[in-house]
Nanobody, 123 residues
Framework: QVQLVESGGGLVQAVGSLRLSCAASGLTFSTNAMAWFRQAPGKEQELVAAIDWSGNDKYYAVFARGRFTISRENAKNTIYLQMNSLKPDDTAVYYC????????????????WGQGTQVTVSS
C-alpha cells in the first residue's frame, strides 16, 4: 500500500519560510517523479513544483520560481519543498503526489496522493 505523508506545514508570517516534507512508502521511490500541488479555498488545485525520478529535471510554477526549491533524498524516500519569502497568497493545503519516472504538469497524471498539510501565511 502506497502512502505519502506530508509534514512541515503551519502558520508563518509573510516573508517567512517553511520547509515541507513528504515521506513515501510502499513504492519504489527512486523510480518515481514527485510533485507538490496546492489548493487554496475556492480555487482550483495547481502544480507548485515537480522533480523527476533522477532529481535532474525540475519544474516550477511561475509563482514558485526564485522562492521555492524542490529536492529529493532517495535514501530517505522523502521529498522537500523549501518555501522562502512566503506571501499570504501562498496560503493553501499543500499535497504531495507521485507518478512513474517523469514529471507531468496535470494532477490527473499522478497516481498517488498524500492527505495534505496546511500552510497559512499571515500578513
Amino acid at each position: 500500500q502506497v502512502q505519502l505523508v506530508e509534514s512541515g506545514g503551519g502558520l508563518v508570517q509573510a516573508v517567512g519560510s517553511l520547509r515541507l516534507s513528504c515521506a513515501a512508502s510502499g513504492l519504489t521511490f527512486s523510480t518515481n517523479a514527485m510533485a507538490w500541488f496546492r489548493q487554496a479555498p475556492g480555487k482550483e488545485q495547481e502544480l507548485v513544483a515537480a522533480i523527476d525520478w533522477s532529481g535532474n529535471d525540475k519544474y516550477y510554477a511561475v509563482f514558485a520560481r526564485g522562492r521555492f526549491t524542490i529536492s529529493r533524498e532517495n535514501a530517505k524516500n522523502t521529498i522537500y519543498l523549501q518555501m522562502n519569502s512566503l506571501k499570504p497568497d501562498d496560503t493553501a493545503v499543500y499535497y504531495c503526489a507521485a507518478r512513474r519516472r517523469h514529471i507531468a504538469q496535470s494532477s490527473m497524471e499522478y497516481d498517488y496522493w498524500g492527505q495534505g498539510t496546511q500552510v497559512t501565511v499571515s500578513s
